[in-house]
């Protein structure tokens, strides 16, 4: 059986399933799984406040972003707001003309326009997280369908796994070669350099989020850079995300994503915005004490919301604003 048939399986059996780094646990639950997030509760909504970068508010459930207007590209680094007001910074980011040349340079260097790769752990492996837009039998529902054109550009990367991204992989695995996949990288080549290499991705979502012994700030900080910089001189266009979770207590990591994205003029997908309507703002407490896993409805708005990041990005980078 497949994975995606079983994850079919599974959600339409009204499970949920609660993927840890050590694997999957199969657990009753009496809230519905959503076929769409029309079916989120629209309660404590707040109006948008009107911005040309088509901002998002805290309470603003998913179905009411929609594609009021195309975000432009920061015409100034002194335009956009500071890292410590990352709770009010869109959703939807924009992509900076220097990050429109590191894009044009990756085309040139062999990258492909129509390829994602992905830098991950358990909350980024295709059963909960963008695997579901590669079942043949999922249809965007009707306030999406704009995204369909970046839908069928980006098919292959969805569901893939690639060599970067797997359960219970953290930031040091990622560059160790001793954690690559032999049968397919070079010697001495790490997980990351080569899902960069046989992937030729355009762009790289860098999200690692599971907590390990002697993760801090600090080593958050040292990763993330090495991260980001391997990719822009691969020409590939980095995309950041903040964190549902505030597992540290003190939303740091976060803030620190955040510093980096603006340091290097990348585009920041403020994922933790995006669940704050959701109950318990996205975190499975019912299941996970620690508060780090999500929600099937958070896995919902992670996947919808990454699928029009990634349309605003796309168009931009091809100049369809």
């Known amino acids: 059986m497949t994975k995606k048939l079983l994850l079919t399986l599974l959600f339409s059996a009204g499970l949920t399933i609660i993927l840890g780094c050590k694997g999957p646990v199969e657990q009753p639950t009496s809230i519905p799984t959503l076929i769409n997030t029309d079916q989120v509760p629209q309660t404590e909504v707040v109006a948008p406040v009107p911005s040309e970068t088509n901002t998002i508010l805290e309470a603003t459930p998913v179905s009411e972003i929609q594609e009021t207007s195309t975000p432009q590209p920061t015409p100034t680094a002194d335009t956009r707001p500071l890292p410590e007001e990352w709770r009010t910074w869109p959703v939807i980011p924009t992509l900076s003309p220097s990050m429109i040349e590191i894009y044009q340079q990756g085309l040139e ?104 012994k002697g993760r801090t700030v600090e080593t958050h900080e040292k990763y993330l850079r090495k991260a980001v910089e391997y990719a822009l001189s691969r020409g590939v266009v980095p995309i950041l995300a903040t964190k549902a979770d505030n597992y540290e207590g003190d939303h740091s990591l976060n803030l620190k994503t955040v510093q980096i994205a603006y340091e290097y003029d990348l585009p920041l997908w ?47 980078a091809q100049g369809k604003q």
């Not at 837009?133 to 965007?140: C, I, M, V």
């Not at 306030?143 to 069928?152: A, S």
């Not at 309507?277 to 929600?295: C, M, N, Q, V």
């Not at 409805?297 to 990005?313: K, Q």
């Open 109 to 212: 260097m062999g990258n492909r326009e129509n390829a994602f790769s992905k830098v991950g752990d358990c909350q980024i492996i295709p059963e909960v997280f963008l695997g579901l837009f590669e079942d043949p039998a999922y249809r965007l529902p009707e306030r999406l369908e704009y995204l369909q054109g970046t839908l069928d550009t980006f098919q292959g990367s969805f569901a893939r796994e690639g060599y970067s991204s797997k359960g219970g992989f953290v930031f040091p695995t990622v560059f160790s070669p001793l954690r690559a996949d032999k049968s397919v990288c070079d010697t001495g080549e790490t997980p990351f350099e080569c899902e960069l290499r046989v992937h030729r991705p355009s762009f790289v979502l860098i999200s690692m989020e599971f907590r390990y």
């Open 270 to 316: 403020n994922y933790w915005r995006a669940v704050q309507y959701l109950p318990d703002k996205g975190i499975d407490w019912a299941t996970d004490k620690l508060g780090f896993h999500t929600t099937p409805e958070a896995w919902l708005v992670r996947s919808e919301t990454f699928l029009m990041v990634l349309d605003a990005l796309y168009h931009q």
